[in-house]
């Protein structure tokens, strides 16, 4: 039997825990270009899931539910709204999904990135989250099709993460308040980009010890 989605709520207090840690360091990137908050403001609506959770901890549909729609309501600017779908509707695509296998946690991130996709106005290369997570959901879903094994996916998203990530350091911002700042912008990571790439590697590391 694999990994349950009933009992995967887990996966969102492994969430928190990381956002939390790294509220400093996320801040401290988006000091660079832009208010320096971004951490402050992630660690406080992951903070408030934490306490909308309660105990036990409920499933995953409901616990990615619940972080999403308090992102929503607990982030200013435009990362509520971008998080907040990114949640919403990944747990929107496991109704009726009792097995988080590897389709499933595929549909799973699709799903959230096609939310991203349909607010955000935003795209490849304009130095956003999409930086990080349109390649890390195009690698998963390539080792998928190749026939890699699950756990070899999950690795294959979280480097993909990783160098999406990095590679916003040569970017120019296309959107947002650091857009304004043009060929400065050059140079440092996005801040977006940053807290994507640790959503999405510890998702794969709470993932990946739970399957085959």
């Given amino acids: 039997m694999g990994l349950q989605v009933n009992d995967a709520g887990f996966v969102v207090t492994d969430l928190i825990k990381a956002i939390v840690a790294q509220r400093d360091r996320l801040s401290e990137i988006d000091g660079a270009i832009g208010d320096g908050d971004h951490g402050v403001n992630m660690a406080k ?5 934490a306490q909308a959770l309660g105990t036990p901890t409920p499933g995953l549909k409901e616990s990615f539910a619940t972080l999403g729609n308090t992102l929503m309501a607990g982030i200013g600017g435009s990362m ?11 747990a929107d695509s496991l109704d009726g999904v009792t097995e988080l296998d590897a389709p499933a946690f595929a549909r799973m991130v699709r799903a959230g990135l096609d939310g991203v996709l349909d607010i955000g106005g935003a795209k490849p290369g304009d130095k956003t989250l999409l930086d990080t997570l349109v390649p890390a ?11 890699k094994p699950y756990k070899v996916a999950l690795d294959d998203m979280t ?8 590679s916003t350091v040569g970017m120019i911002a296309k959107v947002g308040r650091a857009s304004r700042l043009g060929e400065r912008s050059r140079g440092v990571l996005d801040a ?10 510890t998702m ?9």
């Fill in 159 to 166: 480097e993909a993460a990783r160098q999406g990530r990095d």
């Fill in 45 to 49: 609506g992951f903070n408030l899931c």
């Fill in 137 to 147: 959901v195009e690698a998963f879903e390539a080792a998928l099709a190749a026939g």
């Fill in 204 to 212: 794969a590391g709470s993932v990946a010890p739970k399957v085959a």
């Fill in 192 to 201: 977006g980009s940053a807290s994507c790439c640790v959503i999405l590697e």
């Fill in 80 to 90: 509520g709204p971008l998080y907040g779908t990114f949640f919403n509707e990944m």
